[in-house]
């Protein structure tokens, strides 16, 4: 299983960025998807999440109505566009294959490397 974030880099705040989560080796259709970001001294967290036919998403608090995630299965991609960029989510993400048990969202042990995303004020 490979999952490969890209797209991060350094915005300033009230910026855009898209990240991207490219899977390989699981059979992207039938996963739930989840981005995480983990800034220094704090721990992993979950920003947001998609079912595996897109319909259902869940998001952060601190996220919603800023970021939108999305998956084109056609592409085994995940997305996220993450828009009014603050300092605070400055972090790195990472993508995750999960599933979905009720309207919980559960990571499983696939994990990208990550993507730096750092938004300056």
């Known amino acids: 299983v490979q999952l490969v974030e890209s797209g991060g880099g350094l915005v300033q705040a009230g910026g855009s960025l898209r990240l991207s989560c490219a899977a390989s080796g699981i059979t992207f259709s039938i996963n739930a998807m989840g981005w995480y970001r983990q800034a220094p001294g704090k721990q992993r967290e979950l920003v947001a999440a998609i079912s595996n036919g897109g319909g259902i998403t869940k998001y952060a608090d601190s996220v919603k109505g800023r970021f939108t995630i999305s998956r084109d299965n056609a592409k085994n991609t995940m997305y996220l566009q993450m828009n009014s960029l603050k300092p605070e989510d400055t972090a790195v993400y990472y993508c995750?294959?999960?599933?979905?048990?009720?309207?919980?969202?559960?990571?499983?042990?696939?994990w990208g490397q990550g993507t730096q995303v750092t938004v300056s004020s």
């Open positions: 995750n294959a999960g599933l979905y048990s009720g309207s919980v969202y559960l990571p499983r042990g696939y």
